[in-house]
């Protein structure tokens, strides 16, 4: 069977048998569904199969659904990771979204179109990183920190408070070329007209608008990634930023120098790995959008009125 014959595989983990059987039967006409009923039991399909998405529920009792997930983003990085949660674990839902890179969180009990949507888009998603690395090879799945780029995407500063905005400028200074903003509307005028390659975004920057910014962004150019900062951490408007916002990172104000430097040094690897990506280059080739037109498209998108 050809790569193109092939059925995407999907492996479910969750320790009631009863929903892996339901899950089996939703998917198995379109998929090779794995289930498992833990984790060492999924780590071990994981040894024998190649797996294009994993989902797997967060509460079991071997190891969580996050430390599940993010033995799998180091060894099987190109395996797409979803997590069924709750929502009311706060501390797990930041681990997914910067340990495990969750790409979209599920509520459970799930529904079904949204589940089955879910998986269609992971299974894409997959094929593409599979794709990019044969293209690339594993020049940008590294993790090795203090990696400097050479090329000129930008790094986007978005807080209105001028203090943050200094520190994460001292941060990042001399690392990479840095552009600031402290309003949505100076936000939108730095995308529309500069290469914006990782926007460091506060959410309580009229926090509505910043979910919907991200979003937009990333059906203009889903080359650019964002990091999300807040000072006041919710968990259910994180998993909007990280489903709907599609944030690749997450930092708790008052920032650590490292771990904030970690989170924009692999959001830009990832901004690179996009680069990259034949899905991503062939939108780009298509794209005609230019930057007014970016611009006013992000200004309706938000609802604000243009100035004069």
């Known amino acids: ?14 320790d009631e048998s009863r929903i892996g059987r339901l899950l089996r039967m939703m998917f198995r006409t379109d998929y090779d569904v794995h289930i ?10 994981l040894e024998k199969v190649t797996v294009d998405v994993i989902i797997t529920d967060q509460r079991m009792p071997e190891m969580t659904g996050v430390q599940l997930l993010s033995q799998v983003r180091a060894r099987w990085p190109e395996t797409v990771r979803l997590l069924l949660t709750g929502y009311s674990d706060l501390v797990a839902i930041i681990a997914a979204v910067n340990e495990g890179e969750v790409h979209q969180f599920l509520n459970k009990p799930w529904n079904h179109d949204e589940l089955r949507d879910a998986v269609s888009e992971a299974a894409e998603r997959a094929e593409s990183l599979r794709a990019t690395r044969r293209h690339i090879g594993s020049a940008w799945t590294g993790d090795k920190e ?16 001028e203090d943050d905005r200094r520190q994460v400028r001292e941060f990042l ?31 309580e920057l009229r926090s509505a608008h910043v979910v919907a910014l991200f979003e937009e962004v990333y059906q203009i150019d889903p080359a650019v990634t964002t990091v999300a900062m807040t000072s006041e951490p919710h968990g259910d408007a994180i998993v909007q930023l990280i489903n709907n916002g599609r944030i690749f ?4 104000k008052p920032l650590s120098f490292n771990l904030f430097r970690s989170a924009v040094g692999n959001a830009m690897r990832e901004h690179h790995r996009r680069l990259a990506d034949p899905r991503i280059i062939r939108r780009r080739m298509h794209s005609d959008i230019c930057a007014s037109r970016i611009r006013q498209r992000l200004l309706d998108q938000l609802q604000i009125t243009d100035r004069p």
Do not use: C, W
């Open 1 to 14: 069977m050809t790569d193109v014959d092939r059925k995407p595989t999907i492996l479910f983990v969750d």
């Open 173 to 203: 200074t001399g690392d990479y070329l840095v552009t600031e903003a402290s309003s949505i509307e100076e936000s939108i005028d730095r995308i529309a007209t500069e290469q914006v390659g990782v926007v460091v975004g506060s959410i």
């Open 249 to 252: 990172r997450f930092a708790i």
């Open 146 to 161: 203090g990696q400097h780029f050479s090329i000129t995407s930008q790094v986007l500063i978005m807080d209105a408070n």
């Open 36 to 45: 498992a009923l833990g984790a060492y039991d999924a780590l071990a399909i």
